[in-house]
C-alpha cells in the first residue's frame, strides 16, 4: 500500500509483549510486526496498555482499517 501511494502507514501493535509460552503456540503476530516494521512508510506504535494513548493515536489518525 506504501509502496504505490504517499502515505505513512501505522499499525498499531495491541498484543504488546506475549509471554514466551504464548509466542511458542503462535509466532505469527511477531513474525508479521517484525517483517511490517521493515517496510518502507510502515511505523509500529504500540499503546502500551494505555488506553488513552490508544484513544490518542487513533484520533489522529486520517483513516483506519481493522482486521
Do not use: C, Q, W
Not at 33 to 50: K, M, N, P, Q, W
Amino acid at each position: 500500500m506504501v509502496a504505490e501511494a504517499p502515505v505513512k502507514l501505522t499499525v498499531m501493535d495491541l498484543f504488546g509483549t506475549r509471554s514466551p509460552e504464548r509466542v511458542r503456540l503462535d509466532p505469527s503476530p511477531e513474525r508479521h510486526r517484525d517483517e511490517l516494521a521493515f517496510l518502507y512508510g510502515v511505523t509500529i506504535a504500540s499503546d502500551r496498555g494505555d488506553r488513552v494513548r490508544y484513544r490518542n493515536l487513533l484520533a489522529g489518525a486520517h483513516f483506519g482499517i481493522a482486521g
